[in-house]
């Protein structure tokens, strides 16, 4: 990415600002002198006629405003409130300058956004540091080096930020780009009720087809060497929104399907070409899309493996049962799949589970952690009341026994003293060893579909009542592959749930694979045609 911002400029406009700012203390001085010349005034008057009477009682309001000193403000306040407008006005300036703004996808450019609604605070007393929690909230002060270090660090992350973007964009679109091997070039894509039955766009908030199909264009026309085109449509849009013209993010194929639907109402058909799409409307609101340059596409699936990571490499193709125990993986996951679940995802696979809720009266959990790496997921199975009344309501001790095949994590999951701890590898270890649990919580590694193998193997531990609940990763909702088709249909049978989990979960921990997680129980078996079901299908 460039930065258009050079030093030179970046120094001119520190300079300005500085100097705005010292202006603004002389104006604060000249105001308080003002004030002081005002209530000797407004004294002067008051000793003329003390007091309204009779004859003058209709003016009192008017007397009252007119001889009341103008307000102002102390002058710290007063220049934070100059310095904060200032501030954020010069980032949303410099930052416009960069390349970033047309390699930013909604997402980004929203927290941008919203991160540049924060300035931090010039330290106040000498020697005050910006923690690192406040910088990461807001934007810094603006000097030549904050700017400078600033769009240094947008350089850096620029690559980063267009991957994500897109990652996140195709994601929306169609679930299978949820993982890099989920989507096979030259399929079709389906937007579902992209109008709504008067044929119109269906704006609703939660189902913005639309905004998703800009931003798809836009990473087709910039990985198609078009730039330019993206900028000056950017620009376009700039200058509309200036002018409180509608700015719509106009884009090629929203503009041709507007044009071919143009002049009529009601659900009808429509089927525009563009550059890089089909778009085949029909009559029930629904848009199929096939992408027309499959060179863009094998482009999208490289970078979008390459920004997931390669912990869900190709699982190969097997012959006969794919789930039988024989043809688990027995060798361990490329550096153990070691990826900690962070505790906000921890939480949410167990929000609804029974480690929360459950009566003194009854028995402690006996729950399975059986790939329990630094114990973050075991942990969270002990509710964290925060109602005294809920703690005595409560059962809070249930008994958590790990497993973990990585010898130097053995100490510390002991230390955290939640139950017995195994150093063994799961897949080879059978229940006759450790009994069988009320509950299996796990994140097993995810590299060549072993998050199967570990799934399959964990349901042998089970209690006839017993759940299971894994974190797996996004491919295995839609990988052709026999193992992962025989593994939806085992988890179809047993009425199992999946649920997403939020894009990014695992960034903090080195991955931004996509994951989700099923909920399972041993005894779940689908009771009748009518039940819900509890799998998306994707064709
Ligand atoms: C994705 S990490 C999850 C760690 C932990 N469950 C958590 O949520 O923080 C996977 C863990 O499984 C461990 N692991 C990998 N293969 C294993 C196996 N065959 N048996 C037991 N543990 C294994 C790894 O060492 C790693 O700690």
């Known amino acids: 990415m460039n930065a258009i911002v050079s030093r030179n400029t970046v120094e001119q406009i520190v300079a300005y600002r500085d100097k705005a700012l010292e202006l603004f203390g002389v104006a604060h001085a000249k105001i308080e002198e003002a004030h002081e010349a005002e209530l000797a005034a407004i004294d002067m008057a008051k000793r003329a006629f003390p007091r309204t009477n009779a004859y003058n009682a209709a003016y009192e309001v008017d007397t009252r405003r007119a001889l ?3 307000s102002r403000s102390p002058l710290d306040d007063y220049m934070r409130e ?5 501030d954020l006005n010069v980032w949303a300036w410099v930052v416009s300058h960069t390349e970033l703004e047309h390699l930013m996808d909604r997402q980004a450019k929203d927290q941008l956004r919203e991160q540049m609604s924060h300035i931090i605070e010039e330290p106040t007393e000498p020697g005050q540091l910006i923690t690192e929690e406040q910088a990461a909230k807001g934007m810094p002060p603006v000097t030549v080096e904050n700017v400078l270090a600033t769009l240094e660090q947008f350089m850096m992350d620029a690559d980063m930020i267009f991957r994500r973007g897109m990652a996140n964009a195709f994601a929306k679109l169609d679930r299978r780009f949820r993982s890099h091997n989920g989507f096979k070039v030259g399929a079709r894509v389906i937007l579902t009720r992209c109008f709504n039955d008067y044929g119109s766009w269906n704006w609703s908030s939660h189902k913005d087809e639309r905004s998703t199909l800009i931003d798809i264009e836009r990473t087709f026309t910039i990985l198609d060497g078009k730039l330019n085109e993206v900028r000056k ?6 200058a509309a929104r200036r002018q409180k013209r509608p700015a719509d993010y106009f884009t090629k194929t929203i503009g041709e399907i507007d044009l071919a639907r143009h002049g009529q109402t009601g659900a009808r058909q429509t089927e525009v070409e563009t550059e890089y799409f089909n778009v085949r409307i029909f009559k029930n609101g629904n848009a199929h899309l096939w992408f027309t340059r499959k060179d863009l596409v094998a482009k999208v699936n490289k970078l979008i493996g390459e920004y997931y990571g390669e912990v869900l490499a190709d699982g190969r193709k097997v012959d006969d049962d794919p789930l039988s125990p024989e043809k688990a993986k027995t060798a361990p996951a490329r550096y153990f799949g070691f990826y900690p679940t962070p505790a906000a995802a921890a939480q949410r696979i167990l929000r609804n589970s029974p480690v929360w809720h459950r009566l003194k009266e009854s028995d402690r959990l006996k729950i399975l952690e059986p790939s329990a790496g630094t114990g973050n997921l075991a942990v969270a199975c002990y509710p964290d009341y925060e109602k005294s009344w809920d ?6 001790d249930h008994v958590v026994d790990c497993i973990e ?37 796990m994140n097993p590694p995810f590299d060549r579909e072993r998050d199967i193998d570990h799934v399959v193997h964990a349901l042998k531990f089970l209690k006839p009542d017993g759940k299971l609940i894994a974190i797996m990763s996004a491919g295995t909702e839609f990988r052709q592959t026999h193992k992962s088709v025989a593994f939806r249909q085992l988890m179809e049978d047993m009425g199992a749930r999946w649920e997403d989990l939020p894009p990014n979960s695992f960034s903090s921990v080195g991955t931004n694979v996509n994951t989700g997680f099923i909920t399972v129980s041993k005894n779940g078996k689908k009771r009748d045609r009518y039940d819900w079901p509890t799998w998306h299908k994707i064709d």
């Open 68 to 70: 009341h000193p103008l």
């Open 82 to 86: 100059k310095r904060h407008i200032i």
């Open 391 to 396: 703690q005595e309501r409560y059962r809070v």
């Open 405 to 441: 095949i990585q010898p130097h994590l053995i100490p510390d999951l002991k230390a955290r003293k939640l139950g017995r701890v195994f150093n063994a590898d799961f897949i080879s270890i059978e229940p006759e060893t450790t009994g069988l649990y009320d509950l299996v919580v």
């Open 233 to 238: 449509q950017d620009e376009e849009n700039e």
